[in-house]
């Protein structure tokens, strides 16, 4: 059985993450940005697939990164 997982609405997304919506509809446009579903006209967020994108997102720094400290 499959489980459902949390779906977010454009603005639900926007305020979890303070961007606007319509930044939100210019990354679908240009196919960039975390993954989304449509129904219909209706856009729907996956919260498992915003959460590995915004991971994917992560910037190491000298401090963060074993392989990168210096010895």
């Given at each position: 059985?499959?489980?459902a997982?949390?779906?977010?609405?454009?603005?639900?997304v926007?305020d979890?993450?303070?961007?606007?919506?319509?930044t939100l509809?210019?990354?679908?446009?240009?196919?960039?940005?975390p993954?989304?579903?449509?129904?219909?006209?209706?856009?729907?967020?996956?919260?498992?697939?915003?959460?590995?994108w915004?991971?994917s997102?992560c910037?190491?720094?000298?401090?963060?990164?074993?392989?990168?400290?210096?010895?």
């Amino acid at each position: 059985m499959l489980m459902a997982t949390k779906k977010l609405s454009p603005q639900e997304v926007a305020d979890m993450y303070g961007v606007k919506t319509c930044t939100l509809a210019c990354w679908r446009c240009k196919k960039v940005g975390p993954r989304y579903a449509k129904l219909g006209s209706r856009v729907m967020y996956d919260i498992e697939d915003l959460e590995d994108w915004f991971a994917s997102r992560c910037v190491h720094t000298r401090d963060s990164a074993p392989q990168l400290r210096k010895r």
